[in-house]
């Protein structure tokens, strides 16, 4: 079984573009319902504690620069299938290589400046939707406390 939900950034450059509401408006019509969000900036000890897997690589240091810059949105989807569903939304890493439609397609400025994370697990969904928001934050469709399906690799 997999999980049923995702976790996502609008990073900075696409909040500065006013994008938020096309990259919602995808996310929306693509099935996806919104368990949580909020509008917030994360500091420098948030951002490289959230990257900290990428903290040996070159582009660590420019990368908590540019997504503690500005404003973000992040959220909570749920869908079922929601981690690799969103992966396919969102397309590829670099934009130059994402497939037409896909949101990094339309909205990304360069392999940094991406428009969007999306979780690539079923284990870091939740833990970075741990990280953001705390389980009173969090709603189904149906306005109850979202509940978590199981997974293996949590
Ligand atoms: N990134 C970068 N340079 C690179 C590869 C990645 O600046 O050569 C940034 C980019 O913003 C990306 C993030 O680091 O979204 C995390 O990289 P990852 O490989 O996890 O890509 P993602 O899971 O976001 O597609
Ligand atoms: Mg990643």
New binding site residues.
């Given amino acids: 079984m997999t999980g049923n939900i995702t976790f996502t950034i609008i ?1 900075p450059c696409a909040v500065s573009h006013e994008y938020i509401g096309d990259i919602l408006k995808m996310i929306s019509a693509a099935g996806f319902s919104i368990a949580a969000m909020k509008y917030t900036k994360l500091s420098q000890i948030q951002g490289a504690y959230f ?1 900290n ?2 903290k040996e ?3 660590f240091e ?2 908590v620069e ?2 503690t810059s500005g404003p973000i949105v992040v959220a909570i989807l749920e869908k079922e299938n929601a981690v690799e569903d969103y ?1 396919k939304l ?1 397309g ?3 934009p130059a290589k994402a497939e037409p439609g896909t949101i990094r397609k339309l909205f990304a400025e ?5 428009a969007v ?2 979780s ?1 697990s079923d284990s870091n969904a939740r833990k970075e939707a741990d990280f953001f928001f705390s389980k009173s934050e969090r709603f189904d469709r149906g306005g109850h406390f979202l509940e978590l399906v199981p997974v293996e690799d949590v």
């Fill in positions: 990073k990257y897997v990428h690589k070159p582009f420019d990368l540019f997504m992966r969102i590829n890493t670099d360069s392999i940094q400046r991406n994370h999306g690539d």
